[in-house]
């Protein structure tokens, strides 16, 4: 069964081409095609650039029929943090292509990928080497939880670039492909998630996960309680 | 200075409809009082629920929005403070009830005397609370009963007395529930299905709970889970007694000439601002700002924060920490079934023991990797991108599952809720400044609870292990309590027994501030006996109502 695909022809560009070019050759890197889809096939660019077009799509309605219309200081909040987030991007590119060009004399997107993946590390390495950083990045959720399902949610606002670049290629690739990633479910089916075959099986409470619980549904010792 | 037509006097004005506000509400409407309960974010109802991780985790669809209620804290004594979404709990009517999956044990009787089984611990200020289990534990049936708590007495062998079995058995066996009764017996440890708030057959007029994997963290479109929202607050308003408002920031209490508290004042979406008056003010906002308000609440007869004259207000705060081990397996686990919570715990490790070199101990569980999708998850030793990430992404997803742990962080005298004096929220009002340092034994805990959970994940067969430690307090719980301690001693608590200030004699606080001590244990299902047991007895004594009059 196919998933609700949304119709992203609508949807403004945020990048020039080779912006869009560069963000997607570096998410290809993120999660890299192998054996399985990766990042391209699963249009996590897509996600980003509807992400980033304004306010029109930050929350689907919960039954799938559309996107919620924000106002007020929620409204301002996020048009804010777009703002930051799309200037990361494009600072993120030309810091890219400027790497790219000091050590192999072309643009990021035109290296091989393994020269691509030289780039987005030391990118990544002036963050890593500040120990107060690192130690904040680690403890609280920022870009990469490195903790398991912990009741806290990140703040992306303070990332930096290819922090930032690896949640939402994550996010593109698992969220509910109604965000414009996820195409085709190529994210779940990579993993292994037999998820909803769209957001209104949750909302209208068809969907369950009863099936991958153990056989024997009761827990031991329900004998000797009763 | 309020600009807005004054609102009728309330019998009593609650301050925040989450768990404990919801839980007062239903008693003191059911029992004939008037009720006007503040909620500073949205009524939402279920229909604007759904199963969508990235909404409900990464875009504050449900947690605060950290550019409008930021947070600011430090993690050792000369810090400098940064701001950070710490300890966040929705802010909504149901509070943190609307998108938990609800893990509902109760204490046990040593949990409320730890001071007098280990003694002082240097650096803290362990105490033992003013009541015991036994003052609680018709307040434990009565919500357990009201609310659908789904488990089975005398499952858990270190359970203290209950007076009745659970309303509903409990939830079916999740295969990772499944893996970790199959370690503890392995080793000899009792282990139980973890009591839970969803229904695991109909009860009360209620469909049971639908298995979905959107749950922990995620509201509930189907209304099928038992939350404030879906039980106290509909309870309430059947009464006709309750005025339950929204969108209804409070930003102080005021008090009258006596000392006495006098109302609310608030302000609405439109930023229209009230003076709510009651004859009782009851605070329910969360131990962090419950806090907040108090200190934000001066006055001429109280210039450091209402009910703060002992300066007590906002100190001995304390988060819990919750992290685990990972464990993988040849079988898949499903980890994420169920939502990655319906689950089965150990109080193995919860009660003291002087070998173990350290105070008090805390709760242990199984519980799904993600939340439910590898969006927000990974392990120590993950990379952030790339083939091996995504390899591993493979790997774990079906196949993994934690053994999670409560920490029992002590209380400290430093370790406090103020307010920021260069940060303000998006009303302009100060936020609140936590200054939270790791106590040794909160560490040495953590370490002794990880290992257990390594050896439970390791004898149910797994195939590798990986032991999460913690080194700080990082506030990932979202259970928040000891801003303002009962106790018997007015210089060394703000509340009394019955939970009310020892300073204004209308004024009560029925979250998590009042407790003395965390315990390794999650608290919402005691925060809202208490609550229960505190406004059975503004009914039951009056508590100088008339005096208002």
Redesign the interface.
């Known amino acids: 069964m196919t998933s609700q695909q949304p119709d992203l022809a609508t949807t403004s560009r945020v990048f020039d081409d080779h912006q869009r070019a560069t963000i997607e050759a570096a998410m290809a890197?993120?999660?890299?095609t192998?054996d399985?889809p990766?990042a391209r096939e699963a249009g996590t660019m897509d996600f980003l650039n509807r992400y980033l077009s304004g306010i029109d799509y930050?929350?689907?309605?919960?039954?799938?029929s559309g996107f919620e219309q924000l106002s007020?200081?929620?409204a301002e909040?996020w048009r804010?943090?777009i703002e930051r987030v799309r200037e990361r991007y494009i600072s993120g590119v030309r810091d890219l292509d400027e790497r790219a060009g000091q050590v192999h004399n072309a643009d990021f997107v035109d290296l091989a990928p393994e020269h691509q993946?030289e780039i987005?590390r030391d990118l990544?390495q002036p963050s890593r080497t500040q120990e107060a950083d690192l130690e904040?990045a680690r403890?609280?959720?920022y870009?990469?939880?490195?903790?398991?399902?912990?009741?806290?949610?990140?703040?992306?606002?303070d990332l930096d670039f290819?922090?930032l670049?690896?949640l939402h290629?994550?996010?593109g690739f698992?969220?509910?492909p109604i965000?414009g990633g996820n195409r085709n479910r190529v994210g779940w089916d990579?993993?292994?998630?037999p998820?909803?075959a769209s957001?209104t099986?949750?909302?209208?409470?068809r969907?369950?996960?009863?099936d991958?619980?153990?056989d024997?549904?009761?827990?031991?010792?329900?004998k000797e309680?009763t | 200075m309020t600009n807005g037509a004054k609102p009728d006097r309330a019998d009593v004005c609650i301050i925040g409809a989450g768990a404990s506000g919801a839980a007062a509400a239903k008693v003191l409407t059911e029992r004939g009082i008037r009720v006007v309960m503040l909620e500073r974010g949205p009524w939402r109802t279920r229909?604007?629920?759904?199963?969508?991780?990235?909404?409900n985790?990464?875009?504050?669809?449900l947690?605060p929005?950290?550019?409008?209620n930021p947070r600011t804290v430090r993690d050792t004594v000369d810090g400098e403070f940064?701001t950070?979404?710490f300890?966040?709990v929705p802010q909504m009517v149901g509070g943190g009830t609307v998108h938990w999956q609800g893990w509902l044990p109760r204490f046990t009787e040593e949990d409320f005397r730890l001071h007098s089984i280990v003694g002082d611990v240097p650096g803290t200020t362990l105490v033992d609370w003013p009541i015991t289990y036994d003052d609680l534990e018709s307040y434990y049936t009565q919500i357990e009963w009201a609310f659908g708590v789904s488990g089975?007495?005398?499952?858990n062998r270190y359970e203290s007395r209950r007076s009745k079995d659970y309303p509903c058995?409990?939830l079916?066996?999740?295969?990772y529930?499944?893996k970790f009764?199959q370690g503890c017996?392995k080793l000899g440890y009792n282990s139980?299905?973890t009591p839970q708030a969803a229904l695991s057959r109909p009860f009360n007029g209620r469909p049971a709970t639908?298995?979905?994997?959107?749950a922990?963290?995620h509201g509930d479109?189907?209304g099928?889970r038992s939350s404030a929202l879906n039980v106290f607050v509909p309870d309430a308003l059947a009464t006709g007694r309750l005025d339950l408002r929204p969108d209804s920031y409070v930003s102080e209490i005021t008090v009258d000439e006596r000392g006495r508290a006098k109302g609310a004042v608030y302000s609405d979406?439109d930023g229209t601002t009230f003076e709510q008056e009651a004859d009782v003010v009851i605070l329910a906002c969360g131990a962090v700002e419950t806090a907040r308000l108090l200190l934000l609440s001066k006055s001429s007869r109280f210039p450091n924060g209402l009910a703060n004259g002992s300066d007590l207000v906002g100190r001995n705060v304390t988060f819990h920490e919750?992290?685990?081990a990972?464990g993988t397996f040849e079988d898949p686990i499903?980890a994420?079934?169920?939502g990655?919570y319906?689950s089965?715990s150990s109080f193995e490790f919860n009660g003291h023991d002087d070998n173990r070199g350290f105070a008090g101990g805390g709760h242990i569980a199984c519980?799904?990797?993600?939340?439910?999708?590898?969006?927000?998850?990974?392990?120590?030793n993950?990379p952030?991108?790339?083939?091996e990430?995504?390899q591993i992404?493979?790997d774990y997803?079906?196949h993994s599952m934690?053994v999670?742990m409560v920490v029992h962080d002590l209380p400290q005298h430093d370790n406090r809720v103020e307010l920021d004096d260069t940060v303000t929220d998006?009303w302009g009002l100060p936020v609140a400044r936590i200054t939270i340092i790791a106590h040794e034994n909160d560490l040495a805990m953590g370490r002794f609870l990880i290992d257990q959970n390594a050896e439970i994940l390791a004898a149910a067969g797994a195939t590798s292990v990986q032991k999460?430690y913690i080194?700080?307090i990082?506030?990932?719980?979202?259970h928040q309590h000891g801003t303002t301690r009962m106790g018997n001693d007015p210089e060394a608590s703000v509340l009394d027994r019955w939970c009310r200030s020892h300073e204004v004699a209308n004024l009560f606080v029925v979250d998590g501030g009042p407790f003395p001590t965390g315990t390794g244990i999650n608290p919402t299902l005691t925060i809202m006996a208490n609550a229960w047991r505190v406004a059975d007895h503004i009914v039951s004594a009056g508590a100088d109502r008339t005096a208002a009059h």
Do not use: M
């Not at chain 1, 969907?207 to 009863?210: F, G, I, Q």
């Not at chain 2, 229909?47 to 909404?55: I, M, P, R, V, Y």
């Not at chain 2, 089975?152 to 499952?155: D, M, S, W």
């Not at chain 2, 990082?474 to 979202?478: A, K, L, Q, V, W």
């Open positions: 890197r993120i999660i890299p192998d399985t990766g930050i929350y689907a309605k919960p039954d799938g007020g200081k929620r909040a804010q943090r993946d987005l990544e904040r403890t609280t959720l870009g990469a939880p490195v903790e398991p399902a912990l009741q806290q949610t990140s703040a992306e606002v290819v922090p670049l690896a290629t994550r996010q698992y969220a509910d965000y990579v993993i292994g998630f998820g909803p957001l099986e949750v909302h209208t409470g969907y369950s996960t009863l991958y619980f153990a024997d549904r009761e827990h031991p010792g329900a309680a | 229909e604007t629920f759904g199963g969508d991780e990235l909404a985790i990464n875009r504050y669809n947690w929005d950290p550019l409008l940064r950070e979404l300890c966040p089975r007495a005398g499952a058995p409990p079916p066996q999740s295969r529930a499944q009764h017996a139980f299905p639908v298995i979905s994997a959107f922990q963290q479109p189907t099928t979406e919750y992290s685990a990972v499903y994420w079934a169920g990655g319906v089965a519980a799904g990797v993600g939340i439910p999708l590898p969006i927000n998850w990974s392990l120590p993950r952030a991108w790339g083939a990430a995504k992404d493979r997803f079906n934690a999670a998006a999460v080194d700080r990082t506030g990932n719980c979202s």
